[in-house]
Every structure is written in C-alpha cells, then in structure tokens.
C-alpha cells in the first residue's frame, strides 16, 4: 500500500494536532514551574475555554532569551477525541515569565496533565524540531458539553480509479443530535493539510444543518481527505477518512495447458498497488465451490503486481481465478476466470 495511505490510516478520527519528536529536548531551555489560573474547564459546543499559563524558566543561551515557548498536556482520563492540548505561543515577559493562553475545546472533555514545555513558536506537529523537554505539571479536569460530532459520506460510495469524487461533511451536536443552528467554520483538507494544521487558508462554511459538500480530483482519491474544527494553535478536532477502493484483478496463466502436477506460474496486478495486501489462487470445485489452492501472494509496491503457481491435478480443463480479499480501504475483489488444461 502507499506510503501516504497508510499515513492517513493513522489520522481516521482525528483529535486535537499530536506532538511529533523530531530530535532530543533543547538543551538550552531549562523549566522550573509551570502554573495554570485555574484547574476545572466547562466549555461547550464550539466554544473554547481560556486558561492562562504561565511558564517559569529560562534559556540558557542568551540568544534565545525572548524565545516564546508552547506548553503540552497529554490526556490521563475521560473520553473526549482530543489525545493532547498545546497552548497558543507564550511570550517572554518582562518579570521574566512566559504566559499566555491555552485554548480548551469541548472535545478534550477529560483530565489532562502537564507533561512539556517545548521551543516555540508553533509549526504543525511540534514547537520546531525538537522534543519536548519534560516537566510534570498540573492537571486540567475539562467537562465538555454539546461535543461535535463529525460524520462523512463519500460519493460515490467507492470511488473508481481515474474518477472524481465528492464527499459531504456534516458537524451536529453529539449531545442533541441535531445541528448547532448556525453556518460554521470548517477546514477541509487533504494529504498534508490533514496532519499539519496550518489554521485558517482553507476555510469552508457549512450549511445552516451544518453540512458542506466538496468535490476532489481523481488526483487526490489515494490520499487522505478530512475535516478540521478551527483551533488556536491546533484545530480543536476533525474526521479524516481514505476512500473506498475498488478491487479489480487481472491475471494470466504462463501456459494454457500444462502436464498434470507441474508448476504454472500466474502473472496479474491489483489495480491501485495496494502493496501490503495478498491475493489467493483459486481453484473451482464443483459447480460453484471455489477454494484456495496455493499460498497467498504478495503485491508489489507501486507496481501492483503479484506472482502465483497453479499446478494442474488432473487432466482436463481446469478453472482458475486470482481473489483479492477486503483490505484496508480496497475492496474484495476477483480476476476473470482463466483455464489451464491438464495433460
């Protein structure tokens, strides 16, 4: 399978933008205390809730002594979609502080503990490219209310290679089950944007039943598409999703006829090279029985194509057909029977 399909794998049901490590923590930035104006957040709906944060420490190289930095929370209980918090950039004050806000959203809806602090100001994926450095700090209870709730439908339901699709968003209330009541503000995004959220640049409004229909490429049909709730300095939440594959197989016997017992080799391809999956040789028993009869056989990265030996087990006019099971987003599928006669 593509690289960049199994990276959106990883992002279905996106919560709040993850810290990724690059390297080991600054060296220069040394942490003595980090406080929070308050421990209890309620916040609902798309709202945000405000908590100031305030970072006690230094830099230790005086180059970096106005560097802003972010503060991390990882979730340690509750059932919200968001896994992490990060704050907004905190700047250096004059009394030698950092402080600044944390934006909350009604999706953390849990505890989260300060676990980092790391250099800022914030790229997507990480304050730049180094690790946190680790601090354990306060804890935050969230009591989220009236969550989103983010559904998609894709049409068509599985999208042909070389065709466009759309796919229609919608953002309700978990809570009610119903729309918020308003036009809201989505991001919709695909391949990078999904995990690298870069904030407002590809912004879409939904309907008043807070639904928005896209159209896409068939470009971007192998990468993952999403939508992002709007968040500073990450977003707030989102849904992202692969598209549904069909599965379509080709394959040919290197021989039509062959003595009974000797080795056949089957040469096909899976359309789309959805390489981490296997294909099966089947063999028709009966009037409708088909059933494996070798070992399953690898696809090819970026090729799509695979190898499988037939062995004839009786002489006469014997029917094959290569079958491809459901895998990741790529749907079952089986080639046009061939036949291989025994002699």
């Given at each position: 399978m593509k690289a960049r399909i199994l990276a959106a794998l990883v992002v279905l049901g996106l919560g709040a933008v993850p810290i990724t490590a690059e390297a080991s923590p600054d060296p220069n930035l040394k942490i003595d205390a980090v406080a929070m104006n308050q421990t209890i957040a309620a916040v609902s709906g798309l709202n945000t809730a405000k908590v100031t944060v305030t970072v006690t420490g230094k830099f230790t190289d005086a180059e970096d002594s106005k560097t802003p930095v972010l503060v991390i929370l990882e979730r340690t209980g509750g059932s919200g979609s968001a896994t992490s918090l990060i704050s907004t950039s905190l700047p250096r004050l004059a009394n030698g502080t950092w402080s600044g806000p944390l934006y909350v959203p009604s999706t953390a809806n849990g505890t989260f503990k300060v676990t980092g602090v790391i250099h800022g100001p914030f790229f997507p994926g990480s304050g730049d490219m180094t690790d946190p450095t680790p601090f354990s700090g306060p804890s935050l209870a969230v009591?989220?209310?009236?969550?989103?709730?983010?559904?998609?439908?894709?049409?068509?339901?599985?999208?042909?290679?070389?065709?466009?699709?759309?796919?229609?968003?919608?953002?309700?209330?978990?809570?009610?089950?119903?729309?918020?009541?308003?036009?809201?503000?989505?991001?919709?995004?695909?391949?990078?944007?999904c995990a690298e959220y870069i904030g407002p640049g590809y912004s879409n409004l939904t309907d008043t039943a807070g639904t928005v229909t896209k159209s896409y490429p068939a470009s971007l049909a192998d990468y993952v598409n999403c939508l992002l709730l709007p968040g500073n300095p990450s977003s707030n939440g989102g849904l992202g999703l692969v598209v549904a594959r069909p599965g379509v197989v080709s394959a040919t016997p290197s021989k039509t006829s062959a003595k009974v017992g000797t080795i056949v080799p089957v040469n096909g391809v899976v359309a789309g090279a959805p390489s981490s999956c296997k294909v099966y040789l089947q063999r028709l028993y009966g009037a409708t029985q088909w059933k494996t009869v070798s070992p399953a056989g690898n696809i090819r990265s970026y090729s799509g194509k695979f190898v499988l030996n037939a062995q004839p087990a009786y002489k006469g006019l014997i029917p094959y057909r290569v079958y491809f099971p459901l895998c990741y987003n790529y749907q079952a599928g089986v080639s046009k029977v061939f036949y291989i006669r025994g002699t």
């Open positions: 009591t989220g209310t009236h969550i989103p709730r983010i559904s998609a439908s894709v049409i068509p339901k599985v999208v042909p290679f070389g065709k466009p699709y759309s796919i229609k968003w919608a953002v309700i209330d978990s809570q009610t089950g119903r729309p918020y009541g308003s036009r809201l503000r989505v991001e919709l995004g695909n391949d990078n944007t």
